[in-house]
Each structure stands twice: as structure tokens, then as C-alpha cells.
């Protein structure tokens, strides 16, 4: 599996951004597609994720709830991760990652969930 992240990009505090990562390869129509990001000299941390089957079931870290909004595009293997009101803090490497088969909600936010990871696209939020 080949995860491929959008370009990210410098945005003004306050302004919006949208990524996309498209998977390819042997993809399935269940799992889970997210998103982490990792600021200069933290730990890599849980953005956002959803899952492909059913309702598209999503979980948010606490810090970019109502701010950042995940989907879908299944026909296209495709998820989004569209950013508004972003902050300084917003500032890291945001990578794209995916499992199929994880099993509960919670551990859709746990990195070693995750079996296939994207290259990573850098973030950065002027003040």
C-alpha cells in the first residue's frame, strides 16, 4: 500500500488548508485512513481519523477538535483533511497513515495502530 500526501504549505494564522492522501496499491473497502503530525523536537501525535466503512466513523484529538474537519472520498481511496482557524501550533510534518483493521475507535487514535504510512508534508503557520 502507497499512501501519497498533497503538497501542505505556509498559511497565515487564522487561515485554512486542505490535504488530501490517496492510497493505492491493495486497498481495501474497511480500515481506517489518518492523520498524525510531528512538530520539531516532539513526539509524532494523533490528528484525525476516520474510517472507510459504514458511517465513517471519526475521532479527533481534543486539540484540533472543531477546527479540522476529516473525510472521504472511498471511490477514490482518497482522504481529506481540511484545516481551518489554524494556529502557530498547527506548525509540523503532517503525515498520512492507514490500517485495515482496526478494531475500535479508540485505537484509530494510537500510532502503532497503523500499518502504512505517507511521506509527509510540512505545515507551517505564520504568526
Known amino acids: 500500500v502507497q499512501l501519497q500526501a498533497s503538497r501542505g504549505g505556509l ?4 487561515g485554512s488548508l486542505r ?7 491493495r486497498t481495501f473497502s474497511s480500515g481506517v485512513m489518518g492523520w498524525f503530525r510531528q512538530a520539531p ?3 509524532r501525535e494523533f490528528v484525525a481519523a476516520i474510517r472507510r466503512s459504514g458511517g465513517g466513523i471519526t ?4 486539540s484540533v477538535k472543531g477546527r479540522f474537519t476529516i473525510s472521504r472520498d472511498n ?3 482518497t482522504v481529506y483533511l481540511q484545516m481551518n482557524s489554524l494556529k502557530p501550533e498547527d506548525t509540523a510534518v503532517y503525515y498520512c497513515a492507514a490500517d485495515w483493521s482496526i478494531a ?3 485505537a484509530m487514535g494510537r500510532r502503532g495502530s497503523y500499518s502504512f504510512w505517507g511521506q509527509g508534508t510540512l505545515v507551517t503557520v505564520s504568526s
Request: aromatic share 4%; glycine share 12%; net charge neutral.
Open 11 to 14: 498559511v497565515q494564522a487564522g
Open 19 to 25: 490535504l488530501s492522501c490517496a492510497a493505492s496499491g
Open 41 to 43: 523536537g516532539k513526539e
Open 59 to 62: 475521532n479527533y484529538a481534543d
Open 75 to 77: 471511490a477514490k481511496n
Open 104 to 106: 475500535t475507535t479508540q
